[in-house]
């Protein structure tokens, strides 16, 4: 008892300190710095999710995703009991809960069914969609300058992926579904960030997504193998660690500031593939690659 104590008050002692180092920087700062970290974390745990085994159904890969989140994030919720789940706005967290159940969802099947570099590149088409939400829900203010940077982005990761010589299959379009239903989940987290915390946020999509997941999966249910208990358990951890890098970025920053750094996630493929996958890159992902960064510094530029 006195260990799992001292565990949860270390637990929040090490995000009060991220918060106080945070109210120190500037606030589109911290936002961009943590939509790469999100991008690192969100590229490593799809890179686990594609070492599983095909006997492992997707929805299943949903349920542990968010049961071993659940693990993880425990030493926060004994330390806050029901008053975490206090909220003023339960209907706007319902619909948030679906969509990011619908998206990560989406995001595992495609994933496991497309090349690491091919899924990458199909979901950095998520900030179009990110960006025309906000505006219209919002009412965030896009410049023609914005735009174009936007556009300079997919234009590389067109550059990357060459889709004149990419086959349409499920995977593709089930990767755009993806990225649409994250865009309306995207927009829900900013309109709760301006009324509720990032533990809510947290709490309730964890908790809230296993409960759904799980009843799905007990009738698809099939034990893991350990080498698979033991990738479900990083993908767990690192899903996470992206969930609460991207709930904190849109703390900062407005969903169109921070759309294109999602353009980051190709940049962190490169690497995770040649780890995990020993792809190589070739001269038109290297070149997609530069377009990408050129983008994302031009609109950091702007911004500033």
Wanted: aromatic share 12%.
């Amino acid at each position: 008892m006195n260990q799992s104590r001292a565990e949860t008050l270390s637990s929040v002692e090490t995000l009060s300190r991220l918060e106080t180092l945070k109210r120190k920087l500037p606030p589109k700062l911290v936002g961009a710095t943590f939509m790469l970290l999100w991008a690192f974390s969100f590229s490593t745990a799809m890179a686990f999710a594609k070492t599983l085994s095909p006997e492992v159904d997707s929805v299943m890969v949903l349920f542990m995703r968010y049961f071993f989140g659940l693990i993880f994030f425990s030493p926060f919720i004994v330390k806050a009991g029901v008053k975490g789940f206090v909220t003023s706005r339960p209907l706007l967290h319902l619909i948030r809960v679906l969509t990011l159940g619908i998206t990560v969802g989406c995001t595992y099947f495609a994933y496991r069914n497309l090349p690491l570099a091919l899924a990458t590149s199909i979901g950095m088409t998520g900030p179009l969609f990110t960006t025309v939400l906000a505006m219209l829900l919002l009412k965030d203010n896009v410049s023609l300058t914005k735009w174009v940077l936007i556009l300079l982005g997919y234009v590389g990761v067109i550059v990357t992926v060459r889709p004149h010589e990419m086959s349409i299959s499920i995977g593709v379009w089930v990767a755009l579904m993806a990225n649409l239903f994250a865009a309306i989940s995207i927009i829900c987290v900013k309109l709760l960030t301006r009324t509720e915390s990032t533990f809510t946020l947290m709490l309730y999509a964890n908790t809230a997504t296993t409960f759904i997941a799980g009843l799905v999966a007990l009738i698809l249910w099939k034990t893991p193998g350990s080498s698979d208990l033991m990738a479900l358990i990083a993908v767990g951890g690192f899903g996470v660690l992206s969930q609460f890098c991207n709930i904190t970025a849109l703390r900062f920053a407005n969903p169109s500031f921070l759309a294109p750094f999602e353009y980051t996630r190709i940049c962190f493929a490169i690497p995770v593939g040649f780890i995990f996958f020993d792809e190589i890159p070739n001269l038109w992902v290297i070149l997609g690659s530069l377009i990408i960064i050129g983008a994302t510094y031009g609109l950091t530029r702007v911004e500033r």
